[in-house]
């Protein structure tokens, strides 16, 4: 944002393109390039409170139209709309949403940042067979509770994934993350679990994660970020669906906190903390937001009491942590 001009930008590689002019009143137009459309005249609609910027193109087949709406005190949005027309009649509408609203307003500069989030809960539903296991979830938003009132169709989530594997007492399979589009109110979707595995004793671990389309996304997930649902075979009675699984806290702790490739002066390390109940073995794997593994960070037997091991982020040069 540049505050001096009240103009929005956006980045793509090291080259900035002017998006937004907030200079420019409801009526009026300006040159300005959208993110995908190139230079384009840019048409500014609406009022002082809530004010859309549109950029239409037409071509022999579809007309296709964005459009970036910013309203006092709620925020900054956007809709896609690709109208097809010759091939058949409809369109399709998406939404993503940004997390600042700046306005400007006789000399006053405004800002709003809204705790907008994704809303995920899940319960366990019957199977169509035994290894063939249909997820039911609840998916929605805070903004689609809001602006159910306008439209019915707004879907500001993106993507559900589901991070799986199969694990016994000693033997676990390598995490598997698989995305599906994420719809409201519910998404659902089918697995076939791998039936020779469960036979063998192996339950089957997973956890659901909701992604929006904040252009800083926000996450939530199911059970917990570290904890998971399980389901188990029994012959006699098919799949199990068990307890949710929630570690118990371990007291983990990083310093600093948090720490990337580029704070800290310099300084590319962190130092981890954490705390056994009990002397034993112990093995610690980053992942990224997503549940990704990027490396093991330890794997060893621990005294009682409080240990520590030192991270040298250089070794992982793409790698960026956060611990709560």
């Known amino acids: 944002m540049d505050e001096a001009n009240n103009k929005l930008y956006y980045l793509r590689g090291s080259t900035k393109y002017m998006m937004l002019d907030f200079n420019i009143p409801p009526g009026g137009s300006y040159v300005g390039q959208l993110p995908s459309f190139g230079l384009r005249t840019i048409y500014v609609s609406g009022t002082d409170s809530v004010r859309t910027y549109r950029v239409e193109v037409t071509n022999a087949s579809a007309i296709e139209k964005s459009e970036y709406q ?3 005190g709620l925020g900054l949005r956007r809709m896609y709309y690709y109208h097809y027309y010759l091939t058949f009649w409809g369109y399709s509408r998406e939404y993503s949403a ?4 700046r306005f400007n307003k006789n000399g006053d500069t405004i800002y709003n940042v809204q705790a907008w989030a994704p809303i995920l809960t899940y319960y366990s539903n019957p199977n169509i067979s035994v290894f063939e296991k249909t997820f039911i979830v609840n998916t929605t938003h805070d903004m689609h509770n809001y602006y159910a009132q306008y439209t019915s169709d707004i879907n500001f989530n993106d993507s559900l994934f589901i991070w799986y594997y199969y694990s016994n007492d000693s033997v ?18 089918t697995m076939q679990l791998d039936s020779t595995k469960m036979k063998a004793g192996l339950k089957f671990r997973y956890r659901f994660t909701l992604r929006d389309k904040f252009f800083r996304p926000k996450l939530v997930s199911s059970p917990s970020p570290i904890g998971v ?6 012959p006699t009675v098919g799949l199990i669906e068990d ?7 371990i007291d983990l702790k990083s310093f600093p906190n948090p720490v990337s490739l580029n ?3 310099g300084n590319q390390s962190a130092t981890i903390r954490f705390n056994m109940p009990v002397a ?3 093995k610690g794997t980053l992942y990224d937001i997503l549940g990704r593994t990027v490396t093991d960070i330890l794997d060893g037997n621990f005294p009682a009491g409080e240990n520590s091991i030192k991270l040298m982020l250089q070794d992982f040069l793409r790698a960026s942590m956060f611990l709560d």
């Open 98 to 101: 940004f997390e600042m609203l």
């Open 263 to 265: 704070n800290n002066l």
């Open 243 to 249: 307890d949710s699984q929630i570690p118990v806290s």
């Open 172 to 189: 676990s399979t390598t995490p598997v993350l698989s995305a599906v589009a994420a719809t409201t109110p519910t998404t659902t979707f």
């Open 229 to 234: 649902h399980t389901l188990t075979y029994k």
């Open 70 to 72: 910013a309203e006092r």
């Open 280 to 282: 034993g073995y112990a």
